[in-house]
């Protein structure tokens, strides 16, 4: 769901207004703050593991984007997430 939320409608349409590099910038920032929620439910807000997590979910969705504008599908995105979640709730 956050694949077609974040990369599928707001990077697509915010890319109309500005620059894709921009555009993915500010969208990885909010790929970031969506998360803390559940990072707050599972206790992960405390130093250094937050440090970890919002530099790997800010690459992540920078690198999402990416994959985005080169494949020009949603589908590569959506199977990668699925990994990267399933591997991230396995590995606990």
């Known amino acids: 769901m956050d694949e ?7 990077l697509q349409k ?8 921009k555009v993915n910038f500010v969208n990885a920032l909010l790929f970031v703050l969506i998360h803390f929620p559940a990072w707050n439910h599972y206790n992960y807000l405390v130093l250094p593991k937050i440090l970890g997590l919002i530099h790997f979910t800010f690459w992540f969705g920078i690198a999402m984007g990416y994959i985005l504008k080169k494949s020009n599908s949603l589908w590569p995105c959506i199977l990668i997430h699925m990994i ?4 991230s ?4």
């Open 84 to 87: 990267n979640n399933f591997l």
């Open 14 to 21: 915010a890319n109309n207004l500005m620059s894709f590099w």
């Open 4 to 10: 077609i939320v974040f990369r599928g409608v707001i």
């Open 89 to 92: 709730y396995s590995l606990k």
